[in-house]
C-alpha cells in the first residue's frame, strides 16, 4: 500500500493498472455474469413449463374448481414459461453476477473496506432471497384469497398466464428490495450520511413510512399490509443494530491501518 504526499494512504492495486487492462478486466467480468446466467437459463428451460405450474400454484389453489388459469394471447404459452426461465436464471445467478462485480471494485478498496463490503455484498443476497421467498409463502395467499374471494357473484375468474406472471415478478422484486433495509441502514451510516442516533430518532416516521408501502404494495386489508409493515420495521431496527457495530469496526480497523498495525 502506497502513501499520497499528504500522508493518506491509497489502495494496494489501484493506478497499479493501465486504462485498457482495466477495460478488459470489466469485459471479462461481464462475460462471466453473462455466462452464469446463459448456463442457469439452459438448465432451467427444459422444466419452464413445470416451473410456471410451481410459481402459480398459489393462485391455482384458490380457483374454484373447474376454473382455471388462461392464455388471452396465442404467444402466450411460449413466452410466459420462456420469461420465467429467464428471469430465474438472473435470480439464481446473482451471487455469481455480485462476485464478478466484487473481483473487479475490491482491489481499488483499503483493506478495511474489502473487510465490511463483502459481508454486506452476501448478506443483501440472502435477504433478497428471504423477500422473495417471503412474497411466495406468506404474502401471495393473502393477496390471491383476498381476490379471488372479493369478486362479485356469477363472475368467473380465469386469469391470464402473462399478467399473472408480470404481476408475481413485480411482488418479488418489490419484496426483495423491501428487504434490503439493513443494508441501505448500514451503507447511509457508513457514508456518513447520517448516524444511528439520527435513524433512531426518525423512528416514528419509518414505522409509519413502512404502513404506507404495506397499503401500496398489498390488497387494503390490515393483515397483510401488517405482514409487509412490521418485517420492515424490524429489519430497520436491525439495520440500526448492525449500523452501530459496523461503524465501529470501521474506526477501529482504519485507525489500525493509520498507525501501521
Not at 41 to 56: D, G, M, Q, R, T
Not at 137 to 163: K, M, R, Y
Not at 169 to 179: D, S, T, Y
Amino acid at each position: 500500500m502506497s502513501a499520497t504526499p499528504d500522508g493518506h494512504q491509497t489502495p494496494p492495486e489501484q493506478g497499479d493498472m493501465p486504462l485498457i487492462e482495466h477495460l478488459l478486466e470489466l469485459r471479462s467480468r461481464l462475460l462471466k455474469m453473462v455466462l452464469a446466467v446463459a448456463v442457469c437459463f439452459v438448465v432451467l428451460y427444459p422444466f419452464a413449463n413445470e416451473l410456471y405450474l410451481l410459481i402459480s400454484e398459489p393462485l391455482r389453489e384458490l380457483l374454484p374448481v373447474g376454473q382455471t388459469m388462461i392464455a388471452t394471447d396465442i404467444t402466450s404459452p411460449f413466452f410466459a414459461p420462456l420469461k420465467l426461465s429467464l428471469v430465474l436464471a438472473l435470480f439464481i445467478a446473482i451471487p455469481v453476477v455480485l462476485y464478478q462485480l466484487w473481483s473487479f471494485i475490491a482491489p481499488g478498496l483499503y483493506a478495511h473496506e474489502k473487510r465490511l463490503a463483502f459481508p454486506l455484498l452476501f448478506t443483501s443476497v440472502l435477504l433478497f432471497y428471504a423477500g422473495a421467498a417471503f412474497a411466495y409463502f406468506v404474502v401471495f395467499p393473502l393477496v390471491f384469497g383476498f381476490f379471488t374471494a372479493i369478486g362479485p357473484e356469477g363472475i368467473v375468474e380465469l386469469p391470464d398466464i402473462n399478467s399473472y406472471l408480470n404481476f408475481v415478478l413485480k411482488m418479488f422484486f418489490a419484496f426483495g428490495v423491501a428487504f434490503e433495509i439493513p443494508i441501505a441502514t448500514v451503507l447511509l451510516v457508513l457514508t456518513g450520511a447520517t448516524t444511528p442516533e439520527n435513524l433512531a430518532a426518525k423512528r416514528p416516521y419509518v414505522i409509519v413510512g413502512c404502513f404506507v408501502i404495506g397499503m401500496l404494495l398489498t390488497p387494503p386489508d390490515i393483515i397483510s399490509q401488517t405482514l409487509l409493515a412490521v418485517p420492515m420495521w424490524i429489519l430497520f431496527e436491525f439495520g440500526i443494530l448492525a449500523s452501530r457495530f459496523a461503524r465501529r469496526d470501521l474506526e477501529q480497523a482504519s485507525e489500525s491501518e493509520q498507525t501501521g498495525e
